[in-house]
T-cell receptor
Framework: QQPVQSPQAVILREGEDAVINCSSSKALYSVHWYRQKHGEAPVFLMILLKGGEQKGHDKISASFNEKKQQSSLYLTASQLSYSGTYFCGTESNTGKLIFGQGTTLQVKP | DTEVTQTPKHLVMGMTNKKSLKCEQHMGHRAMYWYKQKAKKPPELMFVYSYEKLSINESVPSRFSPECPNSSLLNLHLHALQPEDSALYLC?????????????FGPGTRLTVL
């Protein structure tokens, strides 16, 4: 089942913060976060594992609440380059990554 | 080298044509994936190869035929496609059976079926 992301869209000014949420109804093994700019490939940002381990870019932070099957991506002091569509991908015990519908982020000068 | 390459970048084909999409990675990954992405939608998994064997087929129509000739290459053979198959086709790779199995995506092939 597809995870649900919120909000669907965010508009920020440079320097502002944003939080993107991802929620699943299934028990999860891991949550992945990707950013996709228009016409480009999705780029890996962060992976969070059941049990608390995580791996990702230094300037990106995220959390994973295993009990609630929820993850949040925190974007602080946003830059123009942060603009794009953010997808969470959830992995249960099937080995498949199922992506949420995406959150479009626009950062304005 | 953390790059996944895909060819061609763009492809236009008729419904009676046969064409192939190609994907290559040199990261030593042993899992490779095909995704289909429609405009303003998330990528949808089509196929997964793990150690050169097809491990997941998401009930994809037989007009799409994947092939994994070796651990670095992944092909998607197309035949008798429909206009609704027009989409961005993304290839990805990862290292299976590891703690972190993040996927690295190629730039995609934008397919138009006339």
């Amino acid at each position: 089942q597809q995870p649900v992301q919120s909000p669907q869209a965010v508009i920020l000014r440079e320097g502002e913060d944003a939080v993107i949420n991802c929620s699943s109804s299934k028990a999860l093994y891991s949550v992945h976060w990707y950013r996709q700019k228009h016409g480009e490939a999705p780029v890996f940002l962060m992976i969070l594992l059941k049990g608390g381990e995580q791996k990702g870019h230094d300037k990106i932070s995220a959390s994973f609440n295993e009990k609630k099957q929820q993850s949040s991506l925190y974007l602080t002091a946003s830059q123009l380059s942060y603009s794009g569509t953010y997808f969470c991908g959830t992995e249960s015990n099937t080995g498949k990554l199922i992506f949420g519908q995406g959150t479009t982020l626009q950062v304005k000068p | 080298d953390t790059e996944v390459t895909q060819t061609p970048k763009h492809l236009v084909m008729g419904m009676t044509n046969k064409k192939s999409l190609k994907c290559e990675q040199h990261m030593g990954h042993r899992a490779m994936y095909w995704y289909k992405q429609k405009a303003k939608k998330p990528p949808e998994l089509m196929f997964v190869y793990s150690y050169e064997k097809l491990s997941i087929n998401e009930s994809v129509p037989s007009r799409f035929s994947p092939e994994c000739p070796n651990s670095s290459l992944l092909n998607l053979h197309l035949h008798a496609l429909q206009p609704e198959d027009s989409a961005l086709y993304l290839c990805a790779s990862s290292q299976p059976r590891t703690r972190y199995n993040e996927q690295f995506f190629g730039p995609g092939t934008r397919l138009t079926v006339l």
